[in-house]
């Protein structure tokens, strides 16, 4: 891909408009770092998304919206009650990446190793796409396919929306690199709510490994209600696990991705329960 | 398409392809410590700071930072006058063959920027992004260790506009 011209509207109806009116020889720009991997010589006019001041996060009643345009580094550097997208920005690929990655472009676009959707599912996300009216998708559904579809000529994602990980509610995250800069081999996140000894919900999704990112319903539907222990736990992943269609490649077989859900998918679990007791993650 | 940045303190235009990446852009500009290495924003070599950030310069277009103001090392210490990270790397035999040094003084000033006495963790954190293909990484991490027990001063400013090397 080669960039011809280059755009910075400063409204996002302007960056809708020109979007629009480019059509196919269009694209939006927001962190940049995929461009390098978009090989071909089609060429494209940049309408650059930095100066439309959607990347902020604020806090809401319900938890945290997200502007598309904030950084990975925003992600990592914010705190608050209930905030846990930093341990998900923390895994990311290097800081200079993070300080350039956006999260919106990490969604827009996915591709099997993306981190974030997989978190989004685990904390049932919402996501914002401006359209001629703003329409609001829960993370099941945007991730089911690729969020393209989801998108006429010159909508764009504009905010995330994360509820917080309240009260008796925990989160786990692990991701599995060769080396620590790496593409995820395995990613896997848990979110879940404890009523005593016991998992009252839980949600429980996986990425890479797989086609996209996806929930495992059948997963989190056996774990529901149960108590929580080791043998409860490891019995129920190694069990529906088996249900999976894992994916190999980059030298790694189809079994060994296998291998590495069962041990993520766990350790996830486990960190998610701990957290929602006040523990270690 | 013409741009402006502010480059090391100064106003600086240039005429640009679209396409152009900054790491391309700031090495036409004069600025030789911008090195090009993998070019995929794997090793960190051509990192610089744009508008406070710390970015790998060979992923993003010149034409965003347009109007931004960016800093390469040639803005950090000059050989009479090196900033404490410098030498610090000096001190400890940090510098082998000086090829990431650009971009790991400059995710570190980044850092110092903020936190005057990172922890260890806190500087493994900020420099994941910088490769040394000679593996020089202890006596690095030593050199930048022995700046945060210090505190990284702040060099006062305008003490360093040329002749920067590292």
Request: net charge neutral.
């Amino acid at each position: 891909m080669k960039i011809t011209a280059y755009h910075r509207p400063e409204t996002l109806d302007k960056a809708r408009s020109l979007l629009r009116d480019l059509g196919p020889a269009g694209i939006p720009l927001a962190g940049a770092t995929s461009h390098a991997f978009m090989k071909g010589d089609d060429e494209k006019t940049a309408v650059d998304l930095a100066a439309l001041g959607l990347d902020t996060i604020t806090a809401t009643p319900q938890g945290f919206a997200i502007g598309a345009m904030a950084r990975i580094a925003d992600l990592q550097a914010f705190a608050a009650p209930g905030w846990v997208l930093d341990r998900v920005a923390l895994r990311f690929v290097s800081q200079p990446m993070r300080n350039m990655t956006t999260l919106g472009g990490n969604l827009a676009r996915v591709f099997p190793w993306n981190d974030f959707p997989v978190a989004l599912l685990a904390l049932d996300a919402t996501l914002d796409i401006a359209g001629d009216t703003v329409t609001t998708h829960p993370a099941a559904t945007f991730f089911k396919g690729q969020p393209a579809r989801l998108f006429k000529p010159g909508d764009l994602l504009t905010a995330i929306h994360v509820p917080a990980v309240g009260p008796g509610c925990g989160f786990g995250y692990h991701k599995e690199t060769v080396v620590n800069m790496d593409f995820s081999l395995f990613t896997a996140a848990a979110w879940v709510r404890r009523d005593k000894r016991s998992l009252a919900e839980v949600r429980i999704a996986v990425g890479a490994g797989v086609p996209l990112p996806q929930r495992l319903i059948a997963l989190e539907d056996a774990l529901t209600g149960k108590a929580f222990s080791r043998d409860t736990v490891r019995a129920a992943v190694i069990a529906h696990a088996e249900a999976v269609s894992w994916k190999g490649g980059d030298g790694f077989s189809a079994d060994y991705i296998r291998q590495l859900a069962l041990t993520h998918l766990e350790d996830a679990l486990h960190a998610a329960w701990n957290d929602a007791a006040g523990g270690a993650v | 398409m013409n741009i402006t940045l502010t480059l090391n303190g100064k106003r600086r235009t240039a005429d640009i392809h679209p396409n152009a990446k900054l790491s391309d852009v700031l090495r036409q500009l004069g600025c030789a410590s911008v090195k090009m290495g993998c070019n995929e924003g794997a090793c960190g070599s051509c990192a610089v700071s744009v508008n406070g950030r710390v970015i790998n310069s060979c992923l993003a277009y010149a034409a965003q930072a347009d109007g931004g103001t960016v800093e390469t090392v040639e803005s950090i210490g000059s050989l009479d006058h090196p900033h404490p990270i410098q030498a610090a790397l000096v001190e400890e035999g940090a510098v082998q063959c000086g090829f990431c040094m650009p971009g790991m003084i400059m995710a570190a000033k980044a850092l110092f920027d903020k936190n005057p006495s990172p922890t260890d963790a806190e500087l493994a954190i900020h420099l994941d992004g910088q490769l040394c293909r000679c593996t020089g990484y202890e006596k690095i991490q030593s050199a930048l260790r022995r700046v945060a027990a210090h505190g990284a001063p702040v060099p006062s400013p305008g003490s360093s506009t040329k002749g920067g090397r590292s």
